[in-house]
């Protein structure tokens, strides 16, 4: 099922006047409002009148999550702050969050986007969907909430945690569509199959999203709850869930160009790759109100493609990721960077000591389990002291990246260094 | 009062031959020897002949190391001695963190290790009730 056709089948020359347009307007905007573009533009020596349609695109600055850290809070609102609804955020490299706004109108898209997502997945208004992704500041549970009642769908606002509630509501409401991350559905799935009450669900759609997942855990999801799986893309600074997603045929993640326009770079050269090539994913936003952000690099490594797809859909397909050009990691949906382990280990001593962080998938949850180097300045003679220290720094770490983290004692040099730099992280997921 | 050592040992195979491959390696004889184990970690707890001596070893080795204070008791080896002393500090207020035992040799007396958790004091008590105070 195709949600607005009109945008979403366009012809190549359409899309790319309406985004020309949509871009100039977009600029202009950014230049008279925005202080940071207004500047970083001027230093680059160009106008809003040297652009003229989407291939000036390249001329444009980047804009990078430390330009939004820089800029904390509002700095690059491009509205009144009485013009902004809400806000999100999420977390940021050293610990400050990324925070993003929207006005009404921008509200309005994401739920158009949204809709459309949940289209694609043949969600329609006669179906019942359990939105299990957190609610609050994070974008993935009101985001999906607001698209699926855009859509007429029913919407039942689970948010995450407590499985055996999520699968008694599933089974009592008639429960057909979930939206949650993929890693979470696996859990309800296993938690369904302990309860014996696979066959007791109506369940025929997923739409999962936020966090890295390989065809075969879709395939796993498919075979398990005997649904169709779909996935959803999206970051906060560009809108949140809904970018871009998969359709039946699971041949990339259109991508709303008429709203996002993408980009492929060379993460080192900064410069556009030829077609088809693997890059970093750029998006500019160009019917944003609050904040509109141009070329914006995500970090994340994916090619595109133009071709229309069988679906009927014209929209350019990102293909699944291949990971990232930062050092970021997505566990339980949630952004990590080994930075704010860093800082948070400052924050306890007065330098960092060596440590690793170890994330695995266990019964399909992530897992983050830090090993932390003991040193002389914080190592005791007694055991209580040192199972206090463990807690201490669990707790500690938790407070940074808002996620249950296991903290391992390990004796000095058991951290491998190589070439004089530890290695800060291993993820055994095995998800790229 | 007897200087020990404490090492942090992860709860692993072969992790308390580490610590004791460095001793024997540097010629330190060790007088008691203790290990208190969590489900991850442990700390190795020894009295050696040179103290400072094995501590400079273990550290170069790449061991996390402690010098600490704890008292050494000589026992009589009948019923009811340990009792006598554990009484003796209890009797006086005074917590007792830990105990091991010294090594046993032939024809030496039984001496006990006591960690607690004011020392002097609980030295001067100990003292004070006729018990036997040994050094290192």
């Not at chain 1, 940074?400 to 491998?416: D, N, Q, R």
Request: with cysteine.
């Amino acid at each position: 099922m195709i949600w607005n056709e009109t945008k979403e089948c366009m012809s190549r020359d359409e899309i790319v006047t309406l985004q020309g347009a949509r871009l100039r307007k977009m600029v202009d905007r950014v230049y008279h409002n925005v202080e940071f573009y207004r500047k970083k533009m001027q230093q680059m020596g160009i106008e809003p009148g040297d652009i003229r349609g989407i291939e000036d695109l390249s001329k444009l600055p980047y804009t990078t999550k430390d330009d939004l850290r820089d800029n904390y809070p509002f700095g690059l609102f491009a509205v009144p702050e009485s013009e902004v609804v809400r806000i999100h955020a999420s977390s940021g490299t050293t610990g400050k969050a990324t925070v993003v706004g929207y006005t009404r109108r921008d509200i309005e898209i994401w739920q158009e986007c949204v809709a459309r997502v949940l289209a694609m997945a043949n969600v329609g208004k006669n179906d019942k969907i359990q939105v299990s992704y957190g609610y609050g500041l994070f974008t993935g549970g009101l985001g999906v909430h607001y698209g699926a009642e855009n859509l007429g769908a029913t919407v039942v606002p689970m948010s995450t945690g407590n499985s055996k509630k999520q699968i008694t509501m599933m089974q009592d409401f008639g429960v057909t569509a979930i939206a949650c991350t993929p890693s979470y559905l696996l859990h309800i799935a296993e938690t369904l199959e302990e309860a014996n009450a696979l066959d007791k669900i109506k369940l025929r759609a997923a739409i999962c999203g936020a966090e890295p997942w390989t065809d075969n855990m879709r395939r796993e999801i498919e075979r398990k709850l005997n649904i169709k799986a779909y996935d959803i893309y999206g970051l906060s600074e560009i809108m949140g869930p809904g970018v871009a997603s998969d359709c039946d045929y699971h041949c990339g993640l259109h991508v709303f160009e008429d709203h996002f326009v993408p980009e492929i770079i060379n993460p080192e050269t900064l410069q556009p790759v030829e077609a088809g090539e693997t890059g970093e994913l750029v998006f500019t936003t160009v019917t944003k109100e609050a904040l509109p952000l141009i070329r914006y690099r995500t970090k994340d490594l994916t090619s595109i493609t133009y071709d229309k797809c069988e679906c009927g859909r014209t929209l350019a397909r990102i293909s699944r990721f291949k990971g990232r050009s930062d050092d970021m990691l997505i566990i339980r949906g949630v952004n990590v960077f080994p930075s704010q382990i860093e800082a948070a280990l400052l924050e306890i001593g007065e330098t960092s000591p060596h440590y690793l962080m170890i994330v695995d998938r266990i019964n399909n949850l992530d897992n983050l389990e830090v090993w932390v180097e003991v040193e002389e300045r914080f190592f005791s003679d007694e055991i209580k002291q040192l199972e206090g220290l463990t807690k201490k720094i669990a707790h500690v770490l938790q407070n940074a990246i808002g996620l249950a983290v296991k903290v391992k004692l390990v004796e000095p040099k058991t951290i491998e260094r190589s070439e004089g730099k530890a290695k800060r992280v291993i993820d055994k997921r095995k998800l790229v | 009062m007897i200087k020990q050592l404490s090492v942090f040992v992860e709860n692993e195979v072969g992790s308390l031959a580490g610590v004791t491959a460095v001793l024997k390696e540097n010629k330190i004889n060790l007088k008691a020897a203790a290990s208190f184990d969590t489900p991850e970690f442990g700390i190795m707890r020894i009295v050696v002949d040179q103290p400072e001596e094995a501590k400079a070893v273990l550290i170069q080795e790449g061991f996390v190391v402690k010098i600490s204070e704890v008292i050494g008791v000589e026992l009589v080896d009948q019923p009811g001695d340990l009792d006598r002393v554990l009484h003796i500090i209890a009797d006086a207020g005074l917590c007792v963190n830990y105990i091991y035992s010294f090594v046993l040799r032939e024809n030496n007396a039984p001496v006990m290790i006591f960690h607690v958790n004011q020392l002097k004091m609980a030295e001067e008590v100990l003292k004070n009730n006729n018990v036997k105070v040994v050094n290192q």
